[in-house]
């Protein structure tokens, strides 16, 4: 590694590092502990739907364990079941781990079943994929691909579809092709679409979170909220019923009418109740002998209590011991038995008696109508429960398999009809929660959708994508039927789950699907190309200003590759390594995307606070392509070894000697590899030209913001490193935008960066000092030392891996506000 300097070769030999050093390898212990959990689960969560999940998953590792076992599963290839090609779709569960199933594989599906039943043939696929290609199945095939009428899950589900339009256009032998690959497997995998009702929306422009029959599943699926029927049900009928039995009360008070002679109960209660207003002029019940109209009413009343509480159970307070109703009743039952009270049941009606007047008045006065009328008015309210059913009612009459383009009919208050005919409250609005619900729904541009919050992260962004490029890489197919078959199955392709790879190997891409090969020398590329750029770099703008302070994910990283290629832009996005399996080196495109951050970048603020050298990175690249003055040879020995300087640059500047494996070890070097390419965003603002219309200052103080936000849960998280490392990430996003202000903006920005701190908890500023300090001190022209600090330690390089304690998390004790956070801290 002759072309490191030799301060980072010193720097790396004297750092402190891990002794371990192994050879990885793939184990059982990952799928062993999963298979544990998915155990644990399955036999304690309450929930039976988890249960039966946890089922499921016992299977598939069980599956996995097996397959590790007998050498039928090689984890960490890209072709891990034995005999089964790399482009057939595996089974893949958590972690990257294949089961050793193909997704395309397993029992006949039901559609699967009736096809069998309605051509006359057995019912397996060998006879089914025979079905499809004679005549009566390729033209039931055609009308498909006419009609455009199908469903493709996993891309296996394309392949017939393809050789029928292969045949009709006129190419037997691509057809002949195709079916060769693909007849070793005609017993095993689904090569035939299933039944759908109408194809895709083909708007390139516009996505949506879920289809309208999702949304009202989702919809649907809302039961009513136990704790806010009791509450109606209180309100509605206790409360009312309730006051009737203390107004019966208060009948017999003194000073409610004419003398009586008192009884038995009433001589045993001692002196009446003080109190004051409507309490102090309630005095002692049965101070006056009950006649019989009043006992005959007070035996009616019981019944009717005994018949709504059979009826209405949700509300229990009236039956627990000690709340004033439950002593109203047995008082009453006890007295229209007995006609008298014991001085125990006596004293706790008086104590009921005075305490609910007390509380909201007499039963008639103003102040006890007031409470009534506003609480029966609450009990009116719909249900969020009967406003779900009526907005699913709405969702039900759209066209389910899309998105819809406006949602305001469908979240609109109830209309007067629906009134009448639902018995809901005219008028009555739609509960925000349902609202949240329709509007992912909504088909707009991505822009839109991430305006309105319906998009709320980059990773839920990355799950739309697929809508858009789908669209995109169809338009380079001249026929309408080939472009809807190649969206569905571009779509479907995005479905696939990532496998787990060591040793540097790719997923695989949609191109080495054979049936999509089959029809790529077809494609156009001209205005394909022109769009697929426009998608290109609207995307990375959108994901720019909707998430400045978020790293790209590997999802949407994959998206972005694919635009790229189809505009001919010759543009390397990397993906966020796994610290868990991380080799020790990187592929090419790293390199490349390093020397291309190097061009943009050279002699920023950025390059100056992370101490990078970028004109040495800049030449690697060049020597690897044979244009630079470093590793002659032959052009694959000067790419292998640029990479290697590469991936050992990394090691230096991350203070870790190569060939020593920790994950947090990983993780450093693979920071440095991230701050090096500046993980995408560097490709993206340079070669694509991205702009996002705010500008680069508006990002740079966002970015700040979550930090801020992120440094707050560091002393209330029991694991706060992810948290730590993420502060990072954003930190970093925000030096690079701040490296691409004018000078004035990004003295503004840094000169507004302690107001957001003191808009925080206390803590946030002291423990962001040390990197505020240190950018400051970047940004005046000084450096940081060799171990990234300065000032004798008061300023600091925000880095987010680390092999020791981080700083970030201690603060002062007096920057906590409280002693309880004080105490959380120690």
Same mark, same amino acid.
């Given at each position: 590694?002759?072309?490191?300097?030799?301060?980072?070769?010193?720097?790396?030999?004297?750092?402190?590092?891990?002794?371990?050093?192994?050879?990885?390898?793939?184990?059982?212990?990952? $799928?062993?502990?999963?298979?544990?959990?998915?155990?644990?689960?399955?036999?304690?969560?309450?929930?039976?739907?988890?249960?039966?999940?946890?089922?499921?998953?016992?299977? %598939?590792?069980?599956?996995?364990?097996?397959?590790?076992?007998?050498?039928?599963?090689?984890?960490?290839?890209?072709?891990?079941?034995?005999?089964?090609?790399?482009?057939?779709?595996?089974?893949?569960?958590?972690?990257?781990?294949?089961?050793?199933?193909?997704?395309?594989?397993?029992?006949?599906?039901?559609?699967?079943?009736?096809?069998?039943?309605?051509?006359?043939?057995?019912?397996?696929?060998?006879?089914?994929?025979?079905?499809?290609?004679?005549?009566?199945?390729?033209?039931?095939?055609?009308?498909?691909?006419?009609?455009?009428?199908?469903?493709?899950?996993?891309?296996?589900?394309?392949?017939?579809?393809?050789?029928?339009?292969?045949?009709?256009?006129?190419?037997?032998?691509?057809? =002949?092709?195709?079916?060769?690959?693909?007849?070793?497997?005609?017993?095993?995998?689904?090569?035939?679409?299933?039944?759908?009702? @109408?194809?895709?929306?083909?708007?390139?422009?516009?996505?949506?979170?879920?289809?309208?029959?999702?949304?009202?599943? @989702?919809?649907?699926?809302?039961?009513?909220?136990?704790?806010?029927?009791?509450?109606?049900?209180a309100l509605a009928v206790w409360n009312p019923f309730f006051d009737e039995m203390l107004a019966l009360w208060l009948e017999t008070a003194a000073g409610s009418g004419s003398e009586g002679s008192?009884?038995?109960?009433?001589?045993?209660?001692?002196?009446?109740?003080?109190?004051?207003?409507?309490?102090?002029?309630?005095?002692?019940?049965?101070?006056?002998?009950?006649?019989?109209?009043? =006992?005959?009413?007070?035996?009616?009343?019981?019944?009717?209590?005994?018949?709504?509480?059979?009826?209405?159970?949700?509300?229990?307070?009236?039956?627990?011991?000690?709340?004033?109703?439950?002593?109203?009743?047995?008082?009453?039952?006890?007295?229209?038995?007995?006609?008298?009270?014991?001085?125990?049941?006596?004293?706790?009606?008086?104590?009921?008696?005075?305490?609910?007047?007390?509380?909201?008045?007499?039963?008639?006065?103003?102040?006890?109508?007031?409470?009534?009328?506003?609480?029966? /008015?609450?009990?009116?309210? $719909?249900?969020?429960?009967?406003?779900?059913?009526?907005?699913?009612?709405?969702?039900?009459?759209?066209?389910?398999?899309?998105?819809?383009?406006?949602?305001?009919?469908?979240?609109?208050?109830?209309?007067?009809?629906?009134?009448?005919?639902?018995?809901?409250?005219?008028?009555?609005?739609?509960?925000?929660?349902?609202? %949240?619900?329709?509007?992912?729904?909504?088909?707009?541009?991505?822009?839109?959708?991430?305006?309105?919050?319906?998009?709320?992260?980059?990773?839920?962004?990355?799950?739309?994508?697929?809508?858009?490029?789908?669209?995109?890489?169809?338009?380079?197919? $001249?026929?309408?039927?080939?472009?809807?078959?190649?969206?569905?199955?571009?779509?479907?392709?995005?479905?696939?789950?990532?496998?787990?790879?060591?040793?540097?190997?790719?997923?695989?891409?949609?191109?080495?699907?054979?049936?999509?090969?089959?029809?790529?020398? =077809?494609?156009?590329?001209?205005?394909?190309? %022109?769009?697929?750029?426009?998608?290109?770099?609207?995307?990375?703008?959108?994901? =720019?200003?909707?998430?400045?302070?978020?790293?790209?994910?590997?999802?949407?990283?994959?998206?972005?590759?694919?635009?790229?290629?189809?505009?001919?832009?010759?543009?390397?996005?990397?993906?966020?390594?796994?610290?868990?399996?991380?080799?020790?080196?990187?592929?090419?495109?790293?390199?490349?995307?390093?020397?291309?951050?190097?061009?943009?970048?050279?002699?920023?603020?950025?390059?100056?606070?992370?101490?990078?050298?970028?004109?040495?990175?800049?030449?690697?690249?060049?020597?690897?392509?044979?244009?630079?003055?470093?590793?002659?040879?032959?052009?694959?020995?000067?790419?292998?070894?640029?990479?290697?300087?590469?991936?050992?640059?990394?090691?230096?500047?991350?203070?870790?000697?190569?060939?020593?494996?920790?994950?947090?070890?990983?993780?450093?070097?693979?920071?440095?590899?991230?701050?090096?390419?500046?993980?995408?965003?560097?490709?993206?603002?340079?070669?694509?030209?991205?702009?996002?219309?705010?500008?680069?200052?508006?990002?740079?103080?966002?970015?700040?913001?979550?930090?801020?936000?992120?440094?707050?849960?560091?002393?209330?998280?029991?694991?706060?490193?992810?948290?730590?490392?993420?502060?990072?990430?954003?930190?970093?996003?925000?030096?690079?935008?701040?490296?691409?202000?004018?000078?004035?903006?990004?003295?503004?920005?840094?000169?507004?960066?302690?107001?957001?701190?003191?808009?925080?908890?206390?803590?946030?500023?002291?423990?962001? /000092?040390?990197?505020?300090?240190?950018?400051?001190?970047?940004?005046?022209?000084?450096?940081?030392?060799?171990?990234?600090?300065?000032?004798?330690?008061?300023?600091?390089?925000?880095?987010?891996?680390?092999?020791?304690?981080?700083?970030?998390?201690?603060?002062?004790?007096?920057?906590?506000?409280?002693?309880?956070?004080?105490?959380?801290?120690?």
């Amino acid at each position: 590694m002759r072309s490191l300097p030799r301060r980072l070769m010193n720097e790396q030999d004297e750092r402190h590092e891990p002794k371990q050093t192994v050879d990885l390898g793939i184990h059982a212990g990952y $799928p062993t502990g999963q298979l544990a959990r998915a155990f644990t689960t399955a036999a304690a969560h309450e929930d039976p739907g988890a249960r039966r999940r946890a089922e499921r998953r016992i299977g %598939r590792w069980q599956d996995v364990l097996a397959g590790m076992a007998a050498g039928t599963l090689t984890v960490g290839s890209r072709t891990p079941v034995a005999g089964l090609p790399a482009w057939v779709t595996p089974e893949v569960v958590r972690g990257g781990f294949a089961t050793g199933a193909a997704s395309a594989g397993g029992p006949l599906l039901p559609h699967e079943t009736a096809t069998a039943r309605r051509a006359g043939v057995r019912a397996d696929r060998a006879a089914l994929f025979a079905y499809w290609l004679s005549d009566a199945g390729l033209a039931e095939l055609t009308a498909l691909l006419d009609s455009g009428a199908y469903e493709v899950a996993v891309p296996e589900e394309a392949a017939l579809l393809t050789v029928a339009w292969l045949l009709r256009s006129g190419d037997r032998l691509g057809a =002949l092709r195709l079916l060769e690959t693909l007849q070793p497997f005609a017993g095993r995998l689904r090569f035939a679409p299933r039944p759908g009702t @109408a194809p895709a929306p083909s708007d390139a422009a516009v996505a949506h979170r879920l289809t309208v029959g999702e949304a009202g599943t @989702a919809v649907g699926r809302r039961r009513p909220n136990p704790g806010v029927e009791a509450m109606r049900e209180a309100l509605a009928v206790w409360n009312p019923f309730f006051d009737e039995m203390l107004a019966l009360w208060l009948e017999t008070a003194a000073g409610s009418g004419s003398e009586g002679s008192g009884t038995a109960g009433a001589d045993t209660t001692g002196a009446d109740t003080a109190g004051s207003g409507d309490a102090g002029r309630v005095g002692r019940v049965l101070a006056r002998t009950p006649d019989k109209d009043w =006992l005959r009413r007070a035996a009616a009343m019981l019944r009717r209590y005994e018949r709504l509480a059979a009826r209405h159970t949700l509300c229990t307070k009236h039956r627990k011991a000690g709340e004033n109703p439950l002593s109203l009743r047995l008082a009453l039952e006890e007295y229209v038995t007995r006609r008298a009270l014991d001085p125990a049941r006596f004293g706790r009606l008086q104590h009921a008696v005075d305490s609910m007047v007390r509380r909201r008045g007499l039963p008639g006065s103003g102040r006890h109508q007031e409470l009534r009328a506003r609480q029966a /008015a609450d009990a009116a309210r $719909p249900s969020h429960h009967a406003l779900a059913q009526l907005v699913a009612r709405r969702l039900s009459v759209l066209p389910q398999d899309t998105g819809t383009p406006d949602v305001a009919p469908l979240v609109a208050p109830v209309t007067d009809e629906e009134a009448q005919a639902s018995g809901l409250t005219a008028g009555a609005a739609i509960p925000e929660v349902v609202r %949240r619900t329709v509007e992912s729904a909504l088909s707009a541009p991505l822009a839109t959708l991430v305006a309105r919050g319906v998009v709320p992260s980059a990773e839920v962004l990355a799950g739309l994508v697929p809508q858009l490029v789908a669209s995109t890489t169809a338009l380079a197919y $001249p026929d309408e039927a080939l472009r809807t078959l190649m969206a569905a199955t571009y779509r479907a392709f995005r479905n696939r789950r990532s496998l787990l790879l060591l040793n540097l190997e790719r997923q695989v891409r949609i191109e080495e699907l054979p049936w999509v090969a089959a029809v790529a020398g =077809l494609r156009r590329q001209g205005e394909a190309g %022109r769009s697929a750029r426009t998608a290109l770099v609207h995307l990375a703008e959108v994901s =720019l200003q909707g998430f400045p302070a978020t790293i790209l994910p590997n999802p949407l990283v994959r998206e972005l590759s694919t635009l790229a290629r189809q505009a001919g832009e010759d543009v390397p996005f990397v993906e966020e390594l796994a610290a868990d399996i991380f080799m020790g080196t990187f592929s090419g495109k790293f390199l490349k995307a390093a020397a291309g951050a190097g061009r943009l970048l050279g002699g920023s603020l950025y390059e100056r606070y992370y101490g990078l050298d970028y004109e040495l990175v800049v030449a690697l690249e060049e020597s690897a392509h044979g244009r630079g003055p470093l590793e002659p040879g032959t052009s694959a020995q000067s790419a292998r070894s640029a990479q290697q300087d590469f991936a050992d640059l990394c090691h230096a500047y991350a203070g870790v000697r190569p060939r020593t494996w920790s994950v947090a070890a990983n993780g450093k070097v693979i920071e440095q590899a991230q701050i090096l390419t500046t993980h995408n965003l560097a490709a993206v603002a340079g070669p694509l030209g991205a702009a996002p219309a705010p500008g680069w200052a508006d990002l740079a103080r966002r970015c700040f913001t979550t930090v801020c936000r992120l440094t707050a849960q560091v002393p209330y998280n029991p694991r706060p490193l992810p948290t730590i490392k993420d502060a990072a990430y954003a930190w970093r996003q925000m030096l690079f935008h701040l490296s691409l202000c004018a000078a004035d903006e990004r003295a503004a920005v840094l000169a507004a960066l302690d107001g957001e701190t003191a808009r925080h908890p206390s803590h946030v500023a002291d423990r962001l /000092a040390p990197a505020l300090a240190g950018l400051r001190l970047v940004a005046a022209g000084g450096s940081f030392e060799a171990d990234g600090t300065a000032e004798g330690g008061a300023a600091r390089r925000f880095l987010g891996w680390t092999t020791e304690r981080h700083w970030l998390r201690d603060a002062p004790l007096g920057s906590l506000g409280s002693p309880k956070e004080r105490q959380h801290l120690l």
